[in-house]
């Protein structure tokens, strides 16, 4: 955390005004309630607000205002504690924006439409670059709480420490170029820190998912929670986390992922993913598999621990002839790693018979170790790409374990 706070630190100064506004807000970038990890040193990216014209919100026309006011790009909205109803979305089109609360508490600044079945669509609809969210809480609209449009080639967002909550479609959506040039696609977004969930227990229906990106490119998805993503009526809905459509090197890590349908999905049916990293993940599903690896080639599924909590045989599946070159290397399971209709895979070293004793609280997705299995520890293959485990701790070189949590 060094890093972390030497930034702000930097930052305080060069920004008096807002000196105390920062620096709480750098200390609330998580959430121990919900044991999401605490941001890494090199988590440290988050865009300066150095240089940027700041803009206060403090009731829903000025939230509105900002449509207009933040075209020229290069601003920084700081929003006050509150809830806030929408009357349109906010379709952003300058680059360089920074919208965040001033408490730095994403509880008490709420952004939200009216309703699963009401008019408001979006919160936000992001058609510029470097658009970065942080400290809010957003929901309660009928399609996205996000959508980034790949086809305005919008790049490099970045989303922390957000709760998303009660939308009827995808919590955050990518968006392609229709027109299937390939050229306009959205690069290098980050969401971290962020919490994903349906408060009631259930998604509103089938057509949902935490994150569900067309043709994204280099994007990181880590240390953010997913939880009630499924359906009450046995339909299932789309991963918690879901990267299709094109999209290459999707980087997965330390997210946990609990009571949803189904996990992590790279790739579907005709629709291609390419390279990427999935790792160090805690999964808990209650209908379906926990990684899902279609039309899927050269993915990387490195020590995940998964418990399918559901009637389903699977933990990981890796399917058809257009799904190959993939690792699916030490990762921890309560069910088997199955290939289907000829999907190929290195699978090695993995454990799959987990069980429920093993783990903290599965329900929950708390995947960490309770007991010492002899098969687990000290077991696990090298591996480059898995430096660390799910919270940080150093894997050491010939006594890593299998699955997400070092012991
Ligand atoms: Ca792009
Ligand atoms: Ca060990
Ligand atoms: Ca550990």
Redesign the pocket.
């Known amino acids: 955390m060094f890093l972390k706070n030497a930034l702000c630190l930097r930052l305080t100064i060069l920004i008096i005004p807002i000196y105390s506004v920062f620096l709480f807000s750098c200390q609330n970038d998580h959430d121990d309630d919900l044991g999401i990890q605490p941001l890494e040193e090199d988590y440290d990216d988050f865009p300066g607000e150095e240089g940027k014209d700041i803009i206060w919100v403090s009731n829903v026309d000025e939230l509105m205002q900002t449509v207009q006011s933040t075209k020229e790009g290069n601003k920084l909205v700081i929003i006050k504690d509150g809830t806030f109803v929408l009357k349109d979305r906010l379709w952003l089109t300058g680059d360089n924006l920074i919208f965040r609360s001033e408490s730095g508490d994403r509880e008490k600044v709420v952004l939200k439409g009216n309703g699963m079945d009401g008019n408001i669509g979006f919160i936000f609809s992001i058609a510029g670059n470097n658009f970065a969210l942080k400290d809010v809480s957003v929901g309660e609209v009928r399609n996205h709480g996000i959508q980034i449009h790949g086809e305005f080639n919008a790049d490099n967002m970045h989303v922390q420490n957000v709760r998303f909550f009660n939308i009827r479609e995808q919590m955050i959506k990518g968006t392609r170029d229709r027109n299937n040039t390939y050229e306009n696609h959205t690069d290098s977004c980050i969401v971290e820190n962020c919490l994903f969930e349906y408060t009631e227990g259930y998604a509103f229906q089938y057509y949902c998912g935490g994150i569900d990106v067309h043709h994204g490119v280099d994007w990181q998805i880590r240390n953010c929670t997913f939880r009630n993503i499924r359906t009450a009526n046995n339909l299932l809905t789309e991963g918690a986390i879901h990267f299709w459509s094109n999209s290459e090197n999707t980087l997965c890590e330390n997210n946990t992922i609990y009571n949803c349908d189904r996990g992590i999905m790279y790739g579907l049916d005709n629709s291609t993913h390419k390279g990427g990293i999935i790792r160090n993940n805690m999964i808990h599903v209650t209908q379906d598999v926990g990684i899902y690896l279609c039309y899927a080639t050269g993915a990387k599924v490195y020590n995940n621990s998964i418990f399918n909590d559901s009637a389903y045989p699977n933990s990981i599946e890796y399917r058809f002839p257009e799904t190959k070159d993939c690792e699916i290397i030490n990762n921890l399971t309560n069910k088997p790693i199955t290939q289907r209709n000829n999907g190929q895979a290195e699978v090695d070293n993995n454990v799959v018979n987990a069980l429920d004793s093993w783990f903290v609280n599965p329900a929950i997705g708390d995947l960490h170790l309770k007991v010492l299995p002899t098969e687990v520890?000290?077991k696990a293959l090298d591996l480059a790409d898995v430096p660390k485990d799910f919270d940080g701790d150093e894997r050491a070189k010939g006594?890593?374990?299998i699955g997400a949590d070092?012991?």
């Open positions: 520890i000290d006594t890593s374990d070092e012991k």
